[in-house]
């Protein structure tokens, strides 16, 4: 049944809307899912037991939720197209997706998923910063902006233009970096995980994790929801390094984010 699947004739209209359809569907779900659990982890249980690490004490609105829901949905459908024309180029031979573990060594498989968190991180980083020069901010970027206090339903909230922009990404990471089908998926779903943590306004990582040989370079609420209140700082997507280097990282971020998680201790 998978392989009938894989090899339908996607190049024809109605076998590439019900992919679009399906894909649409998966993709909103998901999202759906994920917003909704980290949604009801920060009203009832992280909001009961863990106050200092809510980030947004303003209450959103339902004006707000559904507002980002809809923009969301929007965002899913234009995703689901893109991936639309991934697979027909993948059946006319132009991509770099592989189906079979053995076609390459299987230490290729986790480092081709590092490289391709990697690139995407770089991709966005860069996008991102132009797309807050004023006249491409106004133009694409503000509805994300919307959301000065975010929920974890703001994470797929773009401008149609802005999520085509994101999805670009994939098709042309397919055209030069061989990746296995399930690489790909679990890079995705790795961006819907990360999309959300960071916008769920609820800071989940542990105590003194700013401070750990991992954790320092790693992006999460604390860090992304300063991007929404100082628009000038903290662009990145998975991780610091860009900010870093850059000097785009927002000033006393550190210091916040041990008071959110409880850590009053002074100094690096």
């Not at 809307?17 to 249980?45: C, D, E, K, N, Q």
């Not at 970027?141 to 909230?157: D, P």
Request: net charge positive; hydrophobic share 50%.
């Amino acid at each position: 049944m998978i392989d009938s699947l894989l090899n339908a004739p996607y190049h024809q209209p109605r076998w590439f809307f019900l992919f679009v359809a399906i894909t649409f569907t998966f993709t909103f779900v998901r999202y759906l899912l994920f917003s909704a659990v980290f949604h009801y982890a920060g009203f009832v249980w992280f909001r009961k037991f863990f106050q200092n690490r809510v980030l947004n004490h303003v209450p959103q609105t339902r004006a707000q939720i559904w507002r980002e829901i809809w923009r969301s949905a929007l965002a899913s459908l234009i995703f689901a197209v893109f991936f639309g024309f991934i697979i027909v180029l993948w059946q006319a031979g132009y991509t770099k997706i592989y189906l079979r573990w053995s076609d390459y060594p299987m230490l290729y498989h986790p480092l081709s998923f590092l490289i391709a968190i990697v690139l995407h991180e770089t991709y966005y980083y860069w996008l991102h910063r132009w797309m807050h020069l004023p006249k491409i901010y106004r133009l694409l970027h503000q509805w994300h902006h919307e959301s000065i206090h975010t929920t974890s339903m703001s994470a797929f909230s773009f401008h149609p233009l802005e999520a085509g922009l994101q999805a670009l990404f994939i098709p042309l990471l397919m055209l030069v970096l061989p990746l296995h089908l399930f690489v790909l998926f679990f890079l995705l779903l790795l961006m819907t995980l990360s999309g959300t943590i960071n916008h769920c306004g609820i800071e989940v990582f542990p105590k003194n994790f700013e401070r750990h040989w991992l954790g320092k370079w790693l992006i999460g609420a604390t860090h992304h929801d300063l991007h929404h209140k100082r628009f000038q700082f903290n662009y990145g997507l998975y991780f610091t390094f860009w900010d870093r280097w850059m000097k785009t990282e927002c000033p006393g971020f550190d210091k916040i984010f041990r008071e959110k998680t409880g850590n009053t201790e002074n100094g690096d």
